[in-house]
């Protein structure tokens, strides 16, 4: 891309709101342009969708995904900095704030509300040497800014510079044009909110290093994490002058430590047009590992020939699902989501394989093959995002398998919920093993199997001592969960983050019991098996059947009072009694069958919908409009499919109805645009619908190709008449994951009624736990 391309300006309405976003000038790969439809400022504010806007917590609200500029699921993210501060819940760019503070090297999980960690930022400036963000922050125009996910430009009119990025995994390049003569400074600032981090500049080799400790949040709240984001900076520029400083302190010295608000400045003297080239090498295992990271990833090369590698890994990425169908619209939100479904876990190790070990204390390791990856996102992400990973790339989550393994062998305990290295306990469930066991049921299997079976099976039975319980190992709650088959309210669950919340904890173990046992069964672990099946029945220990719905309970089984269905109770995680009944993705027809059968299950979710109390903007419901095809109503997931694929997504700053949450919002609109989608992950089932796309290619890692083909009646058309699998007639509402990676062809025939006779036999539908 050249430095005088110009912005192409596009203006979107969109829900009323006019949206400006200025589209990068995308190079060719040969016919392959599919990096131009992804809007990376979609999700950068607050929701706009329908669904969204009953929600009082404003968090909740906000899909927190940045303008991500790097590989899929790479070491460091380079977004504009907006906002400042790591702190909890704190994105580093929010499209309606007004100031610009530089690019950061960021470790924010994408769509979360947790923390951002050993970042730095780099912001440049022109006229009087300023360190104080208050004076040096700068305006910017959304109608100067380009972003794409290999790319980033914008326009500091106060300062009259250009400044883009482009990167590679572990390493980015900022190029800043000088759009008059004058003194530029560059600031180099480690984010750290402890008032620690170091910064040490070199200036006659054009060189500044430092780093910024990583701290914990959740359990081990303020402890230090045991590494640090380092980075090495490279510019091809002499160093005229050159200092530190920290808040309102300033000095000549090359190096400084441990000061709230540090940076290193670096001046120079710049004519009108000149580029000044900044190289980062990023690492968490030293500022030498970033310095090989940065030689071995990008070296000397251009800022062309990076954006294009940058560029190539997204077309190769975003081509393995290839859409044909006239509404551009359609494949923007699309390719939109599956772009933020690409961004995590994170690569963790070096180019050379070393890495921080796990909640260690600056120890390292080193792999012999693969990758180490972490910032697991697990309450949200095995649910729809992981398994996606499992169908695109599974040598990929082979190593995210194996990097679970790791971590549970390095710490002692597989982490629960692992990000910035370390035991969190955050969120609820167990579903480390939920993941493993999606992975080992679809045949991904090249790791320690045994291994990871006894780490699983430590978590499910075993109560970690005092210690290791307080640092975040092991199901909390789990003495209680064992022993009455339940969590009772009297079980505060008081060593966790999300206190309480015992009804919905129930579910989850139940649930993972159930992910564990089928790896039980098929390793001949018999005993294991018989008492793991059962426990993944303790559903219907919190199923109140006066109510129909789960309630908490008491120790002595008395129900707790009062009740209401559609409050949020403490004994429920981020939701109602209501909508966690629906929780059992394990045994939908078992759940059904409590309601008092398929007709009722139906009736509870047409009350849901109805009330609308259906929340998309949380992942404990996002099974929910696939549970129809347990009904004798298949025709309803179509419908309900449909509208939450029109009404909460869209390329907008407030196109998605929550948190992303490292991409699971996203994977499940595009699992869902496909015409499938895994309610129960751990099964090799996929539940289907219509799908929204006239046709998709899925060029799958073992060469195959899927297509999935839609054969409309009409424009308009979204009910399933038929499906033919391979050219033969297709009766079942749901399809196995071995017949899509062997490739062939999924044809839909939809028309623009619904068709109430489709796939309502149970012979059609997936059963039940036995």
Same mark, same amino acid.
């Given at each position: ?13 969109? #829900? ?34 329908? +669904? ?28 504009? /900095? ?39 930022? &780099? ?74 981090? @170091? ?19 959740? /359990? ?28 309102? %302190? ?82 923007? &939100?699309? @390719? ?64 995210? &398998? ?20 370390? %035991? ?85 173990? +139940? ?14 672990? &018999? ?55 629906? @929780? ?114 899925? /060029? ?68 039940? #736990?036995?």
């Amino acid at each position: 891309m050249n430095k005088d391309d110009l912005p192409k300006i596009l203006i979107l309405k969109k #829900l009323g709101l006019i949206w400006v976003f200025a589209c990068a000038i995308i190079p060719a790969f040969g016919q392959k342009q599919l990096i131009k439809y992804v809007q990376p400022f979609a999700g950068t504010a607050a929701s706009t969708t329908p +669904a969204s806007q009953h929600i009082e917590d404003k968090t909740e609200r906000l899909a927190n995904t940045i303008p991500s500029v790097a590989p899929p699921f790479s070491m460091t993210q380079w977004t504009p /900095q907006t906002q400042l501060s790591e702190n909890k819940c704190l994105a580093p760019y929010y499209f309606n704030n007004k100031k610009f503070y530089g690019i950061r090297a960021s470790h924010w999980i994408s769509g979360s509300c947790t923390q951002d960690y050993g970042s730095f930022t &780099v912001m440049p400036i022109t006229g009087k040497l300023q360190t104080q963000s208050a004076v040096y922050a700068a305006d910017y125009k959304h109608d100067e800014e380009v972003s794409s996910p290999a790319y980033y430009k914008v326009k500091l009119s106060d300062y009259q510079l250009l400044t883009e990025v482009t990167a590679m995994p572990r390493s980015g390049l900022i190029r800043v044009t000088a759009l008059k003569s004058d003194s530029l400074y560059l600031l180099i600032s480690p984010n750290s909110d402890h008032g620690k981090g @170091y910064v040490n500049i070199d200036a006659a080799k054009g060189e500044i290093s430092g780093y910024n400790p990583v701290h914990r949040i959740y /359990q081990g709240w303020g402890q230090a994490a045991g590494f640090s984001g380092y980075f090495f900076i490279r510019i091809k520029k002499q160093i005229k002058n050159s200092g530190v400083y920290a808040g309102q %302190y300033r000095s000549k010295a090359q190096k400084l430590s441990d000061r709230k608000n540090l940076g290193a400045y670096v001046g120079f003297q710049v004519t009108e047009g000149e580029e000044v080239l900044i190289y980062s090498g990023t690492s968490f295992t030293s500022i030498d590992a970033a310095k090989r990271n940065l030689e071995a990833e990008i070296g000397t090369a251009d800022f062309k020939t990076v954006l294009g590698r940058s560029e190539k890994s997204w077309e190769e990425t975003l081509g393995q699902l290839k859409v044909t169908d006239a509404n551009e619209q359609h494949k923007k &939100v699309f @390719y939109t989501a599956l772009y933020h479904s690409m961004q995590h876990p994170r690569l963790f190790n070096d180019i050379d394989g070393t890495y921080p070990q796990f909640a260690g204390n600056y120890q390292q390791q080193k792999l012999t093959k693969g990758n180490y990856f972490d910032d697991f996102s697990m309450w949200d992400i095995y649910r729809a995002q992981l398994p996606l990973v499992e169908l695109l790339k599974p040598d990929l989550a082979n190593d995210l &398998v194996q990097s679970m393994v790791l971590k549970g062998q390095q710490g002692g305990w597989l982490p629960i919920f692992p990000c910035w290295n370390s %035991y969190t306990a955050a969120m609820i469930g167990d579903h480390g093993t939920a993941f493993i066991a999606s992975a080992y049921n679809k045949g991904i299997r090249n790791y320690d199997v045994n291994e990871a079976y006894r780490l699983m099976r430590q978590n499910a039975f075993i109560m970690p001592d005092s210690a290791n319980y307080l640092d975040g190992k092991g199901r909390r709650g789990i003495n209680s969960y064992l022993k009455y088959g339940y969590i009772p309210m009297e079980d505060s669950v008081a060593n966790a983050f999300h206190k309480r919340e015992q009804v919905s904890r129930t579910l989850e173990y +139940a649930y993972d019991d159930y992910a564990l046992s089928t790896i039980a069964k098929d390793l001949g672990k &018999v005993d294991d098996y018989k008492k793991l099946i059962k426990r993944s029945l303790n559903y219907k220990n919190i199923f109140d059947q006066e109510q129909k719905m789960v309630r908490g309970r008491f120790a002595n089984g008395t129900w707790y009072e009062p009740f209401y269905a559609d409050h949020r109770e403490r004994y429920i995680t981020e939701g109602t009694p209501r909508q966690y009944t629906f @929780y059992v993705p394990q045994d939908v027809p078992g759940l059904a069958k409590l309601m008092g059968g398929s007709k009722q299950l139906e009736n509870q979710l047409d009350s849901l919908f109805k009330l609308k109390e259906y929340w998309h903007g949380n992942e404990p419901g996002h099974q929910i409009p696939f549970m129809y095809n347990y009904t004798p109503s298949p025709w309803k997931t179509q419908m309900y499919v449909k509208r939450i694929l029109d009404e909460e997504y869209s390329d907008g700053p407030g196109g998605l109805s929550g948190n992303d949450d490292a991409g699971q919002m996203s994977a499940w609109y595009v699992f869902a645009a496909l015409g499938f989608y895994p309610l129960d992950p751990v099964s090799p089932y996929y539940q289907l619908t219509a799908p929204r796309f006239d046709q998709v290619t899925i /060029q799958l890692s073992n060469g195959k190709k899927m297509e999935i083909i839609a054969h409309k009646q009409s424009e308009k058309s979204s009910y399933i008449k038929a499906i033919k699998l391979n050219g033969k007639p297709y009766s079942k509402n749901y399809v196995n994951h071995h017949s899509l990676v062997a490739g062939g062809r999924l044809e839909f025939y939809l028309q623009d009624l619904p068709n109430k006779n489709w796939a309502v036999q149970a012979k059609d539908q997936v059963t039940g #736990l036995k």
